[in-house]
């Protein structure tokens, strides 16, 4: 596709309940990030992976929060019982090759209540 | 660990009022500088990529410089369009991960 897509676009969860969110990044980019920005922060790094490798989980903040990418290309953040702190837009990007720049997908709001 | 930080937090320009942002960094072998413009309710949309000290990208309004401990974007009489958060980040490490500072949040009045 042209650019990154992120659905849904917003998600309202009660909490306790499950939630995926979904990444289609650019075509062809090798690289792919997730990020969690709260209200009036910079994005917080996640996860990253390379093709369906996942190189680096260090950002996730708990073991409830689980994501894949299981054939190099679409990608799905979880997160298991959800918690009013886990409320944040999480921000998917793609990278074409190293020393490149990233680009950003719209966003997921989620919102815990 | 890698350290990105941008001041101020939050800039109020009148339009036609030149002014600049600060990014200061540190990270163990850098492998790129970005800067990104973010508006509300929307993902961060690229807008310079520099990668070593004394190099300079221009765009419109927005020039980006860097040195080997800090980069600024600098904007020349800016325009209400130009009000959006104005974030900085780095690429460093073996994989060449992706480290964001908190964001400039500019402000242009008419």
């Known amino acids: 596709g042209a650019g990154v897509s992120q659905s849904p676009r917003y998600k309202v969860a009660k909490r306790g309940q499950d939630v995926a969110l979904r990444c289609d990044p650019i075509?062809?980019?090798?690289?792919l990030f997730w990020y969690q920005q709260a209200l009036g922060q910079g994005p917080e790094f996640l996860t990253y992976f390379q093709n369906e490798a996942q190189l680096d989980k260090s950002g996730l903040p708990s073991d409830r929060f689980f994501a894949e990418r299981p054939e190099g290309s679409v990608s799905t953040l979880k997160i298991q019982r959800t918690q009013q702190e886990d409320s944040a837009v999480y921000l998917c990007?793609?990278?074409?090759?190293?020393?490149?720049?990233?680009?950003f997908g719209q966003g997921t709001r989620l919102t815990v209540v | 660990e890698d350290q990105v930080t941008q001041s101020p937090e939050a800039l109020r320009l009148q339009e036609g009022e030149s002014s600049s942002l600060n990014c200061s960094y540190t990270?163990?072998?850098?492998?790129?500088l970005f800067w990104y413009r973010q508006d509300p309710g929307k993902g961060p949309e690229f807008l310079f990529t520099l990668y070593s000290a004394g190099e300079e990208k221009e765009k419109e309004r927005l020039k980006a410089t860097l040195t080997k401990k800090e980069s600024f974007l600098h904007i020349t009489a800016p325009k209400p369009d130009d009000s959006a958060t104005y974030l900085c980040a780095v690429n460093s490490g073996g994989y060449q991960k992706v480290t964001f500072g908190i964001g400039t949040k500019l402000q242009v009045i008419p």
């Open positions: 990270v163990s072998g850098l492998r790129g």
């Open positions: 075509s062809g980019h090798v690289s």
């Open positions: 990007a793609s990278r074409d090759r190293a020393n490149t720049e990233a680009f």
